[in-house]
């Protein structure tokens, strides 16, 4: 279908084509997504409220008050409402896939859901999101079989495919889920990322793909002037953080799976597998980091803490919505960066400049670690009735006094 502007369109009278054309029924899935889920969230709060299906502040809440923790039912809601609205017909393979996507989208809402009321146990949760990824993986043939030539592989038996893909779905919706702990934090990063996917799925003609992302995002969205709201406030809860991480799964692995065709298609990407862990970098970085942590330490990888890179935002005196942001713009600049620069640079050279950044940000970490050991080791100081500011702990940059 020929494309058209918006203004050509009315100026010609034909407004059916508005609704028929499928760049703008993306378009229009995302802003129907967001207005769904900004008319919807306000019912599942008073809700929550009235049946108290609250979050109560811990020793890891960046919050003071108890906050609804469904939000993740308007989020699911509003996309699969935003994308069913319109027939998805042209290309059946695409459709076929996502058909099979929306069982896994189902079992892990109904998995959050249960998770958000009564908790979960965490082998469980894990035995699910591994029989919500094999239905797509098994059923659909959806799997990474190429490495792009990363250390010299390309393409790789299902020996190997298959249980990197599911390590990839386990991954990212775990990842997805880490990084909920501050307002704002997981669904930005996931609405950079679902529309940074979705773009590139409409410039390929995959819109089935394209319109799904597009409506997660249209939904992240409106969850969003929720999650920032001070006297509105939601969580979007594992029923979200599920959801969205299953979502961001596929359309990481379908992003890899149609540029593999990159040799013969000049809208490919031979680097793919790079740009998608440029546009997921905050998760990636952040889980690593924070497994890497908690296992020098000698505790449990999976053993919750305050060692996230949000907590440490928070903690040095940012607000949620600064923290936010900060971390947003890593994901944005990092993205922008990567396009400007990568020419022609192999993927196993991009995996190393990766690794790279990933030390730079370790090194980054520690420092506002030891940063806020200082600031929290002062207050206690500066509180006691005995305070002498020779006690104050020394940093690299105080000098003693003589």
Same mark, same amino acid.
């Given at each position: ?21 499928? +760049? ?62 319109? !027939? ?55 799997? +990474? ?10 393409? +790789?038996?299902?020996?190997? #495919?298959?249980?990197?893909? =599911? ?38 003609? $995959?819109? #089935? ?10 939904? @992240? ?22 959801? =969205? ?20 298609? !000049? ?5 793919? !597998?790079?740009?998608?862990?440029? @546009? ?6 952040? %889980?690593? &980091?924070?497994?890497? =942590? &908690? ?35 890593? %994901?944005?600049?990092? %993205? ?5 620069? $990568? ?41 006691? !009735? ?5 006690? @104050? ?5 105080? &000098?003693?006094?003589?």
């Amino acid at each position: 279908m020929e494309f058209k502007l918006p203004l050509q369109i009315l100026s010609e009278g034909d407004f059916s084509n508005i609704i028929h054309h499928d +760049v703008y029924q993306c378009l229009l899935s995302f802003l129907i997504a967001c207005f769904l889920s900004i008319i919807s969230i306000p019912i599942i709060i008073n809700l929550s409220n009235l049946l108290h299906l609250t979050a109560k502040p811990g020793f890891r809440s960046s919050h003071d008050i108890e906050t609804p923790t469904l939000g993740g039912i308007a989020i699911f809601a509003a996309t699969l409402i935003a994308y069913f609205l319109w !027939p998805h017909s042209e290309n059946i393979l695409d459709s076929n896939l996502i058909s099979l996507a929306m069982t896994g989208v189902i079992i892990l809402f109904f998995l959050g859901i249960k998770d958000d009321i009564l908790a979960v146990d965490p082998t469980k949760k894990l035995i699910i999101q591994i029989f919500a990824s094999l239905i797509l993986v098994a059923m659909g043939n959806f799997k +990474v079989d190429n490495f792009y030539g990363i250390f010299g592989i390309h393409a +790789v038996s299902d020996f190997v #495919s298959i249980p990197l893909t =599911v390590f990839i779905f386990i991954a990212i919706i775990n990842a997805i889920n880490l990084i909920d702990g501050i307002d704002g934090l997981a669904g930005g990063i996931s609405l950079i990322a679902g529309l940074g996917f979705g773009i590139w799925f409409i410039l390929n003609d $995959h819109f #089935s793909f394209g319109c799904l992302a597009f409506a997660m995002s249209g939904s @992240l969205l409106g969850f969003l002037r929720f999650n920032f709201s001070k006297t509105s406030k939601i969580f979007m809860g594992d029923t979200g953080s599920l959801i =969205v991480g299953y979502l961001l799964s596929i359309f990481s692995v379908e992003f890899l799976s149609l540029n593999v065709g990159y040799l013969h298609d !000049p809208n490919a990407y031979f680097n793919a !597998p790079i740009i998608v862990m440029v @546009l997921l970098i905050v998760p990636i970085f952040d %889980t690593l &980091r924070v497994f890497i =942590v &908690r296992i020098f330490k000698g505790g449990s990888p999976f053993v919750a803490d305050r060692n996230h890179m949000h907590h440490i935002l928070i903690d040095i005196g940012l607000n949620h919505f600064w923290a936010s942001c900060s971390l947003w713009l890593i %994901t944005v600049v990092n %993205t922008a960066l990567f396009f400007a620069f $990568h020419g022609d640079i192999t993927n196993t050279a991009s995996l190393y400049i990766y690794i790279s950044m990933f030390g730079f940000y370790m090194l980054f970490a520690h420092l506002l670690k030891r940063r806020v050991v200082f600031i929290r080791q002062k207050k206690e100081l500066s509180e006691s !009735p005995s305070f002498n500011e020779n006690d @104050l702990p020394s940093t690299g940059n105080r &000098r003693r006094k003589l």
